[in-house]
Every structure is written in C-alpha cells, then in structure tokens.
C-alpha cells in the first residue's frame, strides 16, 4: 500500500476542531458550508462558456460597476448556503450597499460571514480564473441580530479567512489560525481534498504583481519601489524577479503564495478618491492579510500593517501591498521616504472612525 492520504476538507475541518477542547462544531459547519457553496458556483463558473449566463445582468453594484451573471449567482448562493444554519448573526457581501440581516423566521448565531462573492468578474467572459473571498469574525454585540458593529471589526479580530480560486482547477484555501491548508475539488468525487497542506509563502521571491497600466498614476515612492523589485537600482540584495499580473486579485495573490513574491495594487492620482486605493479592505484584504500572515508574510497598506486598519466603512478602500513579509517592508519604507504628499492626503482617510449614517 502507498503511504498516501487522502483528507477531505470536512475531515480536515473537523481535525482541526478536535485541537480546540472547548469547540461546538458550529465552526466546522460553517466552513463545511461554505465549502458547499463553492463546489456549486464552481460548477457554474466551469460551464459559464457554454450556458445562457454571461453577460451583464441588469443591475450595477453599490460601486456602480457592471455586475455578470454569475456574481449575482455567487452572491445568492452563498446567502442562501449560510442564512438559515442558525451559526450567523448577519453577512455582508461587496455586492451590498447595507449588511444581510438573516430572515426572521431563522435562528441567529454567534459569528458573521463577510464576502467577495466573485472576485475578479471581468474576467470571466475570456476565461481566466475568478475567485471567491470571505471572512468570518465572532459577534461582538448583544441581541439576537448583528449589527454593523458585528461586520466592521478590525482584521486583527478574524477568527477564520479563506478563498477560493476557480482555475484550472478549482481550490480552496483556508485558515482558522492554525495554518493555511489549501484543498483541491476533485469534480469526480465532489470533494475538496486536501492538496496543499500547512502553505508557507517561500522565502525566495519570484514574482511582482501589479497593473503597470497605471504606472503614470503613481506616487513617486510606489515608482521607485517597483523599480527596486526590478533590481533597476541595484540596491543590495535587490535581484529582478518576473512580473505576472491577472486582474483576479485572489488568482494573483494564490500564485505569489505558492510562489513567493508581492502584490500590489497601490493608491494613485487616476482620480480625486483614487489616494484611497481600490481595493475593498473588508471583502479583500482583510482575508487575504490573514492568510498571508498565517503562511509567514505580511501586508500593509503602505502605513502598516491591514490587519490592525480600524475600518470606518463597510465599503472602504485600501492600497494593498501583500506578500513576502521584506518584500512588503521595503514598500513601506519607499512610501515613508518618499510619498509625503499622498501620506498627507491618505492619513486622515486611515484615521477615521466608524459614525453610524455616514459612508466615505
Ligand atoms: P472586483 O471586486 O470588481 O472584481 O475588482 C477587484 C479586482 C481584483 O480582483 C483585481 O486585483 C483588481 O480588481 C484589478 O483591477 P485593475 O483592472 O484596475 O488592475
Ligand atoms: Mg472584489
């Protein structure tokens, strides 16, 4: 007999349950259940090309961006996988202006579930690979509803993040701060098993990330740090590694996991709210900050660390810088440096608090 083993995600789950004495097993669910809702939107996301799916669909969201079918699919069925199992309080999606209240007739639970139903659409129309990104803090409130006080926590407070890649094959990612376990779905079976266990972002980069259309746009430091990443300046210790960029944020951010490397999608001057970034911090890089931490790197927003931002707003933008954890300090040294007028600027936008009614 091999000495292969094979382990699925619900039995990984529940493995890593069992190191927990005081666990109820509501956590476990949770990630099971979300893990259900991926294999469904996989299976859409696979045959997207040959059913009456594409297209935009007639709504645009909160961000005014043309929303696909599929990411209203993605988004209903991961409501309709986690409203009723009585584990939630409340969810919040990228696609809403407001958070999702569980419908009354269901019971409530302890936590909150925030998500990206389906990152990265744009490109689902040419075939290259999507992703789906969530979150999951504890409930901080009191009464049987969450709040927004619930959803806007800090990433610090995450008990739990992960993702998942529709690629070439479609994989889930995921930590409850034990690791970072990757899991590959066998479509024969119907299961996700466990591909990539215990992922370690590796010491040696090989890949920078960014959109280089919008070089014109940036900051000065932002410039010279990619430049340093090409090994331009010939700083010590600076050696060029390659450039691969997608557009699908969790597509981009898994291969530099895997692979070593940066991502960035920095502030710019494109426009007069583009100093803020584009990113969302709670549907995007509050997950991924976790997950990077988790496999021993690092992200920041070019102050500091994400994880510690105290966010102001559901829909709040962040510059993103995350990866191999020196690779992400020198970016912040460059911004420190150099980026005075955009730290001016950006500042007062970090600081802010969180006013009930109010939205940046
Ligand atoms: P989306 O949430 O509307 O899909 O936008 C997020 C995506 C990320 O996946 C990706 O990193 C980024 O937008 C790409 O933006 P750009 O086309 O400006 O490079
Ligand atoms: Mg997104």
């Not at 958070?99 to 269901?106: F, N, T, V």
């Not at 583009?274 to 997950?291: D, H, N, P, V, W």
Request: a negative charge; one cysteine or more; glycine letters at 10%.
């Amino acid at each position: 007999m091999s000495q292969m083993r094979i382990i699925t995600i619900e039995r990984h789950i529940l493995q890593q349950q069992l190191r927990h004495p005081n666990a109820t097993g509501v956590f476990t669910n949770m990630l099971y259940d979300i893990a259900m809702a991926a294999k469904i939107i996989s299976r859409e996301t696979n045959r997207a090309g040959l059913v009456d799916i594409l297209g935009a669909a007639d709504q645009s969201n909160i961000h005014g961006e043309r929303q696909q079918k599929l990411d209203v699919f993605a988004d209903e069925i991961i409501f309709k996988m986690n409203d009723h199992t009585g584990r939630l309080c409340a969810m919040a999606s990228e696609e809403h202006d407001e958070i999702l209240a569980i419908p009354p007739h269901y019971d409530t639970g302890k936590y909150v579930l925030l998500y990206d139903p389906l990152d990265g659409s744009s490109n689902i129309d040419v075939n290259v690979s999507v992703g789906t990104i969530f979150s999951i803090h504890r409930k901080v409130t009191t009464g049987a509803q969450g709040t927004i006080e619930d959803v806007i926590q800090p990433g610090y407070k995450l008990v739990a993040a992960g993702y998942i890649v529709y690629g070439s094959s479609t994989m889930m990612v995921y930590s409850t701060g034990q690791g970072v376990h990757g899991f590959t779905l066998d479509n024969s079976v119907g299961e996700f098993l466990l591909s990539h266990e215990d992922i370690r972002i590796p010491d040696t980069p090989k890949y920078y990330s960014v959109n280089h259309g919008y070089e014109k746009y940036w900051y000065p430091g932002v410039g010279e740090y990619v430049k340093w990443l090409q090994g331009m300046d010939g700083a010590a210790g600076s050696k060029a590694i390659g450039h691969r960029y997608t557009g699908s944020l969790v597509a981009d951010f898994h291969r530099n996991l895997l692979r070593g490397g940066v991502f960035l999608y920095p502030a710019d001057k494109r426009d007069e709210t583009s100093y803020r970034g584009k990113l969302r911090l709670m549907y995007e890089a509050q997950a991924l900050a976790f997950i990077a931490r988790q496999a021993g790197g690092y992200s920041s927003d070019g102050v500091g660390d994400i994880l510690d931002i105290e966010p102001h707003d559901l829909h709040q933008r962040t510059p993103l810088f995350i990866g191999n954890r020196d690779l992400v300090q020198k970016a912040e040294q460059y911004i420190r440096e150099q980026d005075q007028e955009w730290l001016e600027k950006y500042l007062p936008f970090r600081e802010r608090k969180y006013q009930p009614n109010k939205t940046s």
